[in-house]
């Protein structure tokens, strides 16, 4: 039964989470732009991005001070220009 948010269902934390930070890879968001969080549905039972958390995931907030995201950034960047 599709989820009365409308937003795309996720089976797993770690999937969501996946789906999070390639968004951040492939659309090149800033740190503050875009899904900060993942959490698990009251309606539906599966797992939502969300950009509205007061905190920011831990994967997340780990790839962007390893400075991994921005690496990951710019290698689709450059992988989209050829
Ligand atoms: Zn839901």
């Avoid at 797992?47 to 290698?75: C, F, I, V, Y």
């Amino acid at each position: 039964m599709p989820c009365s948010t409308h937003k795309y269902e996720y089976i797993s934390r770690d999937f969501a989470e996946d789906a999070m930070i390639d968004q951040h890879i492939y659309k090149g968001f800033l740190p503050h732009q875009g899904p900060q969080d993942v959490y698990e549905c009251q309606i539906c039972g599966h797992w939502h991005l969300t950009s509205k958390s007061t905190s920011r995931n831990e994967r997340l907030q780990e790839m962007m001070d390893s400075g991994e995201l921005k690496r990951k950034q710019e290698a689709s960047k450059w992988e989209g220009r050829f």
